[in-house]
């Protein structure tokens, strides 16, 4: 009992973790269709603020606090710059857009290797995140992994709440259900979009700032988030966020339960071969968003 | 029509693809039968060695610092007058942790540089793919990192430890202190998988009990589950030889979960200083690592090498075992060609046995045999400065025995 407890909070904090890094990804891929390869590093670099941080704050609790702002700033800038100086002249091109991406993400962890060095680094959890909560029965949950999860919680409502009821967030949802009546009614399709990919790239930024409570700080952390990345957006379905958040919680589950009774590998395939499997039922998806656009 | 021309290009593109691997073979078969040994080029008054690390990709955050111990190795050499008489000249090639590449570049260090030796490769994935070059063209590959056993060459000489000289004092450390129960954590390739093999044999014959047994893909972050069982197994210690970036989420898991090295030690034998630097000591205090060398190693040679590394590479760098026992092989080969008089692979072979050094590890030992070498074993603590402490050693070198032979317990692996 008290293991399968473990374990379902083990599947659902995985799922966190999933959903924090692809909530950017449902923004600028889900939203925009843009196959972006470095998002993986927006992360990394949301996580090197971290590091970046503690270096003046000594605080661990303060500097993490001050980190999520920064770190979203940051990686929006980045996404900021990658969508003016690049994908801007790429939108109809997406297999360029990959392709270009990808090297720009090489460009960055190498980036990263000149500025940082290529060992990982590490940052201090405040001591507030590293203990865990015990409750009754002999369970625990894991502090850091609770603050994940409210994090994660936390950005999906806020990101809900700024695309259904912001001037900015109606904007973003006309241009991506049809983009061209959204411009012949005088919305700046080419500042919406930048603004998506900021917003976008930023969420990276904060997801990069909890995993520094959970894994490695190095150059190549973020392509190994990346494909689990886009998984989630795939099998969620393009267009909607709650796809994407249905659909990383019930991997994260499926996960750790595979995991817990076989072993690690066996449950990366379980998850694949049940992804596969879904996408051979639902093409388009968990959700799809339907418009009246031709494109 | 069109389909037609489809055929033709189909076609043309069959018969270039049959003539490119026709080419190919043409090219091996010559290889092969020139291989019969590419002599060093002596020449002049240099002589080449070559460097074969990642530079780039997962590996480059260790090989890197292994590189650049080869280098002050060199630089040392060079400025005591080289070996007989020749200034080396370093050959550098990024392997860039592609072990197909590995294979590639030691072909173009050894046929086309004619370097007398190779130092280098760091996983054995990449030494199990260059092994066969270095027979083919009998040459010497010196590896200076920690390994499964199992394997001897005639042309490897192995610096680093085989698991006679790590992970079974390992083990008898672990016994010494009472530990009845081992869990076993790993990353799913060839070393972890073997180094538990040869564990659960040692157990067996000890009385001693091992409760579990996990593998994580290399690179992997999530260690919820394992962490979750591992918790709940209630084992005496954990026996990890997870490797690389999957051990710092490993032990942010491991210290959430409120197990500690009072509550249930974990001994690492892939965490060295550089390695304790990137998880964070919060995570790793007490925590016990098997390696041969530490920093903190006592011994002049061992002062006189952190000195140099820090002088040259920065007051902040760590000196780790893997970069001593790299920086130890440059040496050992110094002596060996000196010994042998020539820079020949078949005289410095001959020559190799019997050499020893006063190593920054303490003494070493040249097993010609087997081409390993005599080695003091050290359980280290993590301290919260982030170096390790010696807590225990064998006392003397441990003679090297890659297939563990004199251990009856071990017949039986292979």
Known sequence: ?295 | MSLFRGRRILAGTMAFVVAAALAACGSKTSDSTSGTGVSADVSGDTVKVGLLNSLSGTMAISEVTVRDSIMLAVEEINAAGGVLGKKIVPVGEDGASDWPTFAEKAEKLISEDRVAAVFGCWTSASRKAVKPVFEKNKALLFYPVQYEGLEQSPYIFYTGATTNQQIVPGLDYLKAQGKKSVYLVGSDYVFPRTANKIIKAYAKANGMTVLGEDYAPLGSTEFGTIVNKVKSAKADAVFNTLNGDSNVAFFKEYTSAGLNATSMPVVSVSIAEEEVKGIGTQYLKDQLTAWNYYQTTPGGANAKFVAAYKAKYGADKPTSDPMEAAYVAVYLWKEMVTKAGSFDVEKVRAAAGGITYEAPEGLVTVDGPTQHIAKTARIGKVGADGLITEVWNSGQPIKPDPYLKSYPWATGLS
């Open chain 1, 1 to 295: 009992m008290t293991v399968l407890f473990g374990q379902l909070f083990t599947g659902v904090s995985i799922g966190a973790v999933l959903l924090l890094v692809a909530l950017g990804l449902a923004l600028t891929f889900g939203q925009m269709n843009v196959i972006n390869m470095a998002h993986g590093e927006f992360i990394m670099a949301g996580a090197y603020t971290t590091y970046v941080l503690q270096q003046t704050i000594t605080s661990a609790g303060w500097s993490l606090l001050v980190a999520l702002p920064v770190a979203f700033a940051v990686a929006g800038a980045l996404g900021v710059l990658l969508e003016v100086l690049l994908i801007r002249r790429l939108y109809a091109r997406p297999l360029d857009t990959l392709l270009v991406t990808w090297g720009v993400s090489l460009m960055l962890q190498q980036a990263a290797r000149d500025i940082f060095g290529s060992p990982n680094v590490q940052t201090r959890a405040p001591a507030l995140l590293t203990g865990n909560v015990a409750l009754p029965g002999g369970i625990t949950v894991a502090n850091n992994r609770l603050f994940i999860l409210g994090l994660a919680v936390a950005a999906v409502v806020a990101l809900t709440l700024a695309l259904r009821l912001t001037p900015l967030g109606r904007r973003i949802r006309a241009v991506v259900q049809n983009r061209d009546l959204a411009a012949v009614s005088g919305i700046a399709t080419a500042r919406v979009d930048r603004t998506t990919f900021f917003v976008g790239s930023g969420l990276a930024g904060v997801a990069g700032v909890a995993l520094t409570l959970l894994g490695p700080i190095g150059p190549t952390m973020g392509t190994n988030l990346i494909i689990d990345a886009f998984l989630v957006v795939v099998v969620g379905g393009i267009g909607q966020l709650k796809g994407s958040v249905i659909v990383a919680f019930a991997l994260g589950v499926l996960q750790a339960t595979g995991e817990y009774l076989t072993t690690l590998s066996v449950a990366k395939v379980i998850v694949f071969v049940a992804i596969v499997a879904f996408l051979q039922w639902r093409p388009q998806g968990l959700f799809t968003l339907r418009t009246r656009s031709l494109a």
